[in-house]
């Protein structure tokens, strides 16, 4: 049976046999590998056409998560001095980051709200590392 893989980018997008419609319909910015006899070569690899090899699937950090998944790993009294505090700057991350569906880690906004918070004194710095860090354990379980 005939086994093609459809490349986008490097990154092997979908498998086509031969039979039917291709999964994916072609244009220029295709490129199409005859993998017939090539057992290694699968959907989500890395496609190098200078070497005509297959690699790993490429690492994606991925840097979302919920606000829920943030409040999991802050303490009860971070949480508490964060929400009640009266300080304008505060308020108005506390309020962004509450009306969030998602956070992005990598948003710079993020990263503004986690020095406001050790600027303010309501983290370290040190605890501010371990909250992105433990955050972004989250977001690539």
Known sequence: MKRQLQIKSGI???EWNGSGGMPIPPDNSWTFVDVTDRPDAQVGMTYDAATDTFGPAPVVVRTLVTPSQVIS???????????????ADVVWGMAQFQLA????????????LMAGLVSKGIVTAARAAEIQSDLMELANA
């Open 12 to 14: 092997a997008q979908s």
């Open 73 to 87: 790993v802050l303490t009860a009294a971070e949480w508490q001095i964060a929400t009640s505090s009266t300080d």
């Open 101 to 112: 569906q998602r956070v992005d880690l990598a948003d710079p906004q993020f990263a503004q």
